[in-house]
């Protein structure tokens, strides 16, 4: 997922003074800015709250720490019910719904891809694990897993991935704990999902840059204001590997068993959550501009696709960016 760059403007009222909280987490870095009086101790409990949030999702939903419960879902025999976390479970049914309202284009059981074309564990593509995961029955990953309470089981090999989503819901979880220190003024981000809570205490909303979707560099495509409101976007131009001439991407679809190659530089979605916008963001980059649009207008998603035409983009936007 590729980075955005956000720039606030400054807060006028020297009662509430803008303060920058921010830590590792995830190979990135989480930030949050915030309009709001607080003292020493106070900015010290928040920022370890903020923290912990972010935490437990990596620790729950991580591809690379060998004790997080996605892995200890992953290497669960198939048939063997598992009892896990209820946030890990919210996640899944989210990332579940995604896929089947996109008919598989959001598939968080490609964990098999990824590792297989290099970009999880691997640093590699494996020519053999790809051959391999080919030949494989591919049945939609909703009709593979069986959801009962706080239990999941598998009823066929899979190799879950939540990456396409856990970010997103990392940033809703310091959205959370920002409501509950009682803060109204902030902006949270965690590499390419953001979440603009309320307004800037200038009560201007706070303006996000999307990123031109340059691998080289990093430049500004154009700014939207938010507020109350997340944004995420999924694209090719962060993560890849070169294969002669060709830039293979590390956004899998499962549907092609492949990584995507549409012509999509860049997929920005705008929704009332980071989870639901971090998928749809990945969703619609896999689905290509003309089926992921049609989907997007069905249901009624806010959406900017940034395609490569030539040596320049073209652009094509959905609802805030219908014009």
């Not at 053999?128 to 009962?148: C, G, K, M």
């Not at 090719?236 to 190659?261: C, E, K, N």
């Not at 705008?270 to 649009?293: F, I, K, Q």
Request: charged residues 15%; hydrophobic residues 45%; aromatic residues 6%.
């Amino acid at each position: 997922m590729p980075k955005m760059c956000f720039n606030a403007l400054p807060a006028p009222d020297p009662q509430l003074p803008r303060l920058h909280l921010h830590g590792p987490t995830m190979g990135t870095r989480w930030s949050v800015t915030l309009d709001a009086d607080l003292s020493g101790p106070q900015q010290a409990a928040l920022r370890h709250d903020l923290a912990a949030a972010v935490a437990q999702v990596d620790a729950q939903m991580s591809p690379f720490r060998a004790d997080s419960d996605l892995l200890r879902c992953n290497r669960a025999p198939v048939g063997q019910w598992l009892e896990l976390p209820t946030e890990f479970l919210h996640v899944l049914d989210c990332a579940l719904e995604v896929a089947r309202l996109s008919n598989g284009a959001f598939d968080p059981g490609v964990g098999d891809l990824v590792h297989a074309w290099g970009f999880g564990s691997a640093t590699a593509p494996d020519a053999q694990a790809i051959a391999h995961t080919r030949q494989q029955p591919r049945p939609p990953t909703w009709d593979v897993l069986q959801r009962q309470g706080g239990q999941l089981r598998k009823l066929a090999p899979l190799t879950l991935d939540l990456c396409g989503i856990a970010k997103g819901f990392a940033v809703d979880r310091m959205s959370a704990q920002l409501r509950q220190h009682g803060i109204g003024h902030a902006l949270v981000a965690l590499d390419g999902e953001l979440y603009a809570l309320g307004h800037q205490a200038s009560g201007h909303p706070w303006p996000v840059a999307v990123e031109s979707p340059e691998p080289q560099r990093r430049a500004v495509h154009g700014v939207v204001e938010l507020q109350d409101m997340a944004i995420a976007t999924s694209g090719d131009y962060r993560h890849y590997f070169a294969l002669g001439d060709t830039r293979i991407a590390h956004s899998m679809d499962g549907r092609q068993q492949a990584p995507v190659r549409n012509g999509v530089a860049s997929v920005s979605v705008l929704a009332p959550n980071c989870m639901w916008a971090d998928a749809w963001a990945t969703a619609l980059l896999v689905l290509g501009d003309t089926a992921g649009l049609a989907l997007a207008q069905r249901l009624g998603l806010q959406a900017l696709w940034l395609l490569r035409r030539g040596s320049g983009w073209v652009e094509l936007g959905l609802g805030r960016w219908a014009s």
